[in-house]
């Protein structure tokens, strides 16, 4: 306003306002006001210099930056009237921080970024990722998601859950990519991780992990969603599909229970029609790729052995947990005992084990081993009292 009516007497009041993007009404409007008492003014120069020091700062803020300087309190109406009466409550422009280097890079590299898009990917070429919420417990908590699909086959090799959408999330599933490729036979060199340009993904700990450390290639989608169909198609049929299980989940640990138990199915069981109506399993076993799946439960009573890993318990054994921690050390690196790996990663790992004892081990099950582990008949009297209280 002040600047209008310096400036109207050679510009007229109608340019004036216009080229402030304010109304004749707003300027009439003001021009009624009664002046300021002089105290507001002395207030005035205290408030634009707190405004210019910060400039997304409103009312509260202001008052709060006016005590500590100058140790007056500021009634926080009076503050609030006088800070739209001096128009300081119109938006103020804040610098934008730096982009990093990375995104100087990429956007150097603009319409050269994506490495997927429009070419066609032989199995484990090249994989599609990305994070997604997953709504549980009737819809009152949610949890994130992040998988990698591979583009040539639909197999999802690995994938994590957790409470936010971070760099470590992304590197847990990460991880679980590269034991699950290794039980193939294939590392990750020339690899293509294709994702977005997700804070995340261009965080400089990812890139150094993928590209250095790794040796793979990295892809950026350059126009949203459209640019990564692979992981959206997948988010879509497992989030429809699998709705239900996932909102009756009712803890973290049971929700990620679920999601390992759905993604086997959707990956041994599930037929895909751009598969030829095979699941992706058996469309990479046609294609000479066997993902060796480490848990194969087998025989001797007492035991718990794979083609790969045997594992020995007792009656006293948390049998869970020496499954997972033998399958652990025979899979991977010596230099991550079991003892260093963080609680998220054991917990997984551990309920992994858990999933595939029940589905696998009960089918090894035999009335003579059932008796052989139960001679008291302890169990069975067990199961009798439950199945009394069914109605069985």
Same mark, same amino acid.
């Given at each position: 306003?002040?600047?209008?009516?310096?400036?109207?007497?050679?510009?007229?009041?109608?340019?004036?306002?216009?080229?402030? !993007?304010?109304?004749?009404?707003?300027?009439?409007?003001?021009?009624?006001?009664?002046?300021?008492?002089?105290?507001?003014?002395?207030?005035?120069? *205290?408030?634009?210099?707190?405004?210019?020091?910060?400039?997304?700062? %409103?009312?509260?803020?202001?008052?709060?930056?006016?005590?500590?300087?100058?140790?007056?309190?500021?009634?926080?109406?009076?503050?609030?009237?006088?800070?739209?009466?001096?128009?300081?409550?119109?938006?103020?422009?804040?610098?934008?921080?730096?982009? $990093?280097?990375?995104? #100087?890079?990429?956007?150097? !590299?603009?319409?050269?970024?994506?490495?997927?898009?429009?070419?066609?990917?032989?199995?484990?070429?090249?994989?599609?990722?990305?994070?997604?919420?997953?709504?549980?417990? %009737? !819809?009152?908590?949610?949890?994130?998601?992040?998988?990698?699909?591979?583009? %040539?086959?639909?197999?999802?090799?690995?994938?994590?859950? !957790?409470?936010?959408?971070?760099?470590?999330?992304?590197? #847990?599933?990460?991880?679980?990519?590269?034991?699950?490729?290794?039980?193939?036979?294939?590392?990750?060199?020339?690899?293509?991780?294709?994702?977005?340009?997700?804070?995340?993904?261009?965080?400089?700990?990812?890139?150094?992990?993928?590209?250095?450390?790794?040796?793979?290639?990295?892809?950026?989608?350059?126009? %949203?969603?459209?640019?990564?169909?692979?992981?959206?198609?997948?988010?879509?049929?497992?989030?429809?599909?699998?709705?239900?299980?996932?909102?009756?989940?009712?803890?973290?640990?049971?929700?990620?229970?679920?999601?390992?138990? *759905?993604?086997?199915?959707?990956?041994?069981?599930?037929?895909?029609?751009?598969?030829?109506?095979?699941? =992706?399993?058996?469309?990479?076993?046609?294609?000479?790729?066997?993902?060796?799946?480490?848990?194969?439960?087998?025989?001797?009573?007492?035991?718990?052995?794979?083609?790969?890993?045997?594992?020995?318990?007792?009656?006293?054994?948390?049998? =869970?947990?020496?499954?997972?921690?033998?399958?652990?050390?025979?899979?991977?690196?010596?230099?991550?005992?079991?003892?260093?790996?963080?609680?998220?990663?054991?917990?997984?790992?551990? $309920?992994?084990?858990?999933?595939?004892?029940?589905?696998?081990?009960?089918?090894?099950?035999?009335?003579?081993?059932?008796?052989?582990?139960?001679?008291?008949?302890?169990?069975? $009297?067990?199961?009798?009292?439950?199945? $009394?209280?069914?109605?069985?």
């Amino acid at each position: 306003m002040t600047l209008a009516e310096k400036s109207r007497e050679e510009y007229g009041l109608n340019r004036c306002l216009r080229a402030l !993007g304010l109304s004749k009404g707003t300027w009439h409007r003001r021009q009624r006001r009664p002046a300021a008492p002089e105290k507001d003014w002395e207030l005035k120069a *205290q408030v634009l210099s707190v405004v210019e020091d910060h400039p997304a700062y %409103g009312y509260r803020r202001i008052g709060a930056e006016l005590r500590e300087r100058t140790g007056e309190r500021v009634n926080h109406k009076r503050l609030r009237r006088l800070v739209n009466t001096w128009d300081l409550a119109l938006s103020r422009k804040v610098a934008r921080p730096k982009p $990093s280097r990375v995104r #100087r890079i990429l956007r150097t !590299g603009r319409g050269k970024l994506d490495l997927v898009s429009g070419r066609e990917m032989e199995p484990l070429q090249a994989l599609s990722t990305d994070f997604t919420e997953i709504q549980y417990a %009737g !819809g009152t908590r949610k949890a994130y998601l992040m998988a990698m699909v591979d583009v %040539g086959s639909a197999w999802v090799p690995g994938w994590a859950v !957790g409470s936010s959408a971070n760099r470590d999330l992304a590197l #847990r599933c990460w991880e679980e990519v590269q034991q699950a490729l290794a039980h193939t036979g294939r590392g990750t060199d020339g690899l293509i991780v294709h994702h977005d340009q997700d804070t995340v993904y261009t965080s400089y700990n990812w890139l150094q992990r993928l590209l250095i450390r790794d040796r793979t290639r990295v892809s950026f989608a350059e126009h %949203g969603a459209k640019d990564n169909p692979w992981i959206e198609s997948l988010w879509g049929r497992f989030k429809v599909e699998n709705g239900s299980l996932l909102s009756e989940a009712v803890t973290l640990e049971e929700l990620e229970w679920v999601i390992d138990r *759905q993604m086997r199915y959707y990956n041994t069981e599930r037929k895909h029609s751009g598969l030829g109506y095979r699941a =992706p399993v058996a469309y990479l076993e046609e294609q000479g790729v066997y993902p060796r799946f480490l848990v194969e439960i087998g025989p001797p009573s007492g035991s718990v052995s794979g083609a790969q890993v045997p594992v020995q318990v007792s009656d006293t054994s948390d049998v =869970p947990l020496v499954t997972a921690q033998a399958i652990h050390e025979a899979a991977s690196d010596a230099s991550r005992p079991w003892n260093s790996l963080d609680d998220d990663k054991r917990r997984k790992k551990i $309920s992994r084990a858990k999933q595939r004892l029940n589905e696998e081990a009960v089918q090894c099950m035999t009335p003579q081993r059932f008796c052989e582990r139960d001679p008291q008949g302890d169990v069975q $009297s067990w199961l009798r009292a439950v199945g $009394s209280l069914l109605g069985r």
